[in-house]
């Protein structure tokens, strides 16, 4: 069955960086897009990032545009966001979610999440 | 880019009562919208998709209908494990700009 799990959250500093990992099984992870979706404590869910199955093709939620780098490392079944700049408001559950199908725009599949919390 | 409204924000239900949830949306989506449930401490899960199809796996007593900018979930006869919140989700402009609605609690009367 599919799996998602999240790692590498945790408490940064305003201006630090953070790199989260997700490591996929159960899917042909090689052929498949994937996105960043993340929550605000007691908020709603906002998009975040996508990457294509060869990375050909990557695009970012304004928000995080300039600050923040989706990658993904087909041999290890790993999905990457590297997170620099991090703000106060970036502080969020972050969920790695698989695409459902060849749509890439609906989440059919997520993680439990990691939580990043940017605070001084 | 597209701005989703979800309404109402929260709605207090009985087991058994049929729940009603609107979704607009600020320009036409065609029928690019999802919906997800998310119970407290989980992932949201995905219901429907492309406005009006169930997920794999999902109850028959979630439905969904609408189309450009005004979207319906509708739970036929909520049973315990429905109460939740609900988000819409957009993929019209996708891509690059995939969106969520605010989202409405579905409370226990």
């Known amino acids: 069955q599919v799996q998602l799990v999240e790692s590498g959250g945790g408490v940064v500093q305003p201006g630090g960086s953070l790199r989260l990992s997700c490591a996929a099984s159960g899917f042909t992870f090689s052929t498949h897009g994937m996105h960043w979706v993340r929550q605000g404590p007691g908020k709603g869910l906002e998009w975040v990032a996508f990457t294509r199955y060869d990375e050909g093709h990557k695009w970012y939620a304004d928000s995080v545009k300039g600050r923040f780098a989706i990658s993904r490392d087909n041999s290890r079944n790993t999905l990457y966001l590297q997170m620099d700049s991090l703000r106060t408001e970036d502080t969020a559950i972050y969920y790695c979610?698989?695409?459902?199908?060849?749509?890439?725009?609906?989440?059919?599949?997520w993680g439990r999440g990691t939580l990043v919390t940017v605070s001084s | 880019e597209i701005v989703l409204t979800q309404s109402p924000a929260t709605v207090s239900l009985s087991p058994g009562e049929r729940a009603t949830l609107s979704c607009r949306a600020s320009?036409?989506?065609?029928?690019?919208l999802a919906w997800y449930q998310q119970k407290p401490d989980q992932a949201p899960r995905l219901l429907i998709y492309?406005?009006?199809n169930r997920a794999t796996g999902v109850p028959a007593r979630f439905s969904g209908s609408g189309s450009g900018t005004d979207f319906t979930l509708t739970i036929s006869s909520l049973e315990p494990e429905d109460f939740a919140v609900y988000y819409c989700q957009q993929r019209g402009n996708w891509p690059p700009f995939l969106t969520f609605g605010g989202g409405t609690k579905v409370e226990i009367k």
């Open positions: 979610a698989k695409p459902q199908g060849a749509v890439t725009g609906y989440f059919d599949y």
């Open positions: 320009q036409s989506v065609s029928t690019y």
């Open positions: 492309d406005a009006s």
